[in-house]
């Protein structure tokens, strides 16, 4: 199970904190994922993280803006996300994938199977 929280109504410029609490899973032996879907437009792949050894991917929208991080003794993963803009406006999904390795690369953002809810930014100018 993956649970998501930390959305909120935010104005441009400003911080949000996403968390992904996670249960069910050997959290360790998996790759977590972010991943937003905006109106209108496709899912996207926002970042990953391999609680395992904190390998991290990043799309080249989000670079330099937003970081995720885990906590491995309470199975979380987490998504700050500074200087939002409103094209950053979407409801923020995460995600997981056995096995570590869909965190590179190679293959993120695909094949991520197990998901969250979701939870809503929303970025006002």
């Known amino acids: 199970q993956l649970v998501e929280s930390g959305g909120g109504l935010v104005q441009a410029g400003g911080s949000l904190r996403l968390s992904c609490a996670t249960s069910g899973f050997d959290f360790e032996d998996y790759a977590i994922g972010w991943f937003r879907r905006a109106p209108g437009k496709e899912r996207e792949g926002v970042s990953c993280i391999r609680p395992t050894d904190g390998i991290t991917q990043y799309a080249d929208s989000v670079k330099g803006r937003f970081t995720i991080s885990t906590d491995n003794a309470r199975n979380t993963v987490y998504l700050q996300m500074n200087n939002l803009s409103p094209e950053d406006t979407a409801v923020y999904y995460c995600?997981?994938?056995?096995?570590?390795?869909?965190?590179?690369?190679?293959?993120?953002?695909?094949?991520?199977?197990?998901w969250g809810q979701g939870t809503q930014v929303t970025v006002s100018s």
């Open positions: 995600a997981s994938k056995y096995p570590p390795t869909y965190c590179s690369s190679d293959y993120f953002p695909r094949g991520y199977d197990y």
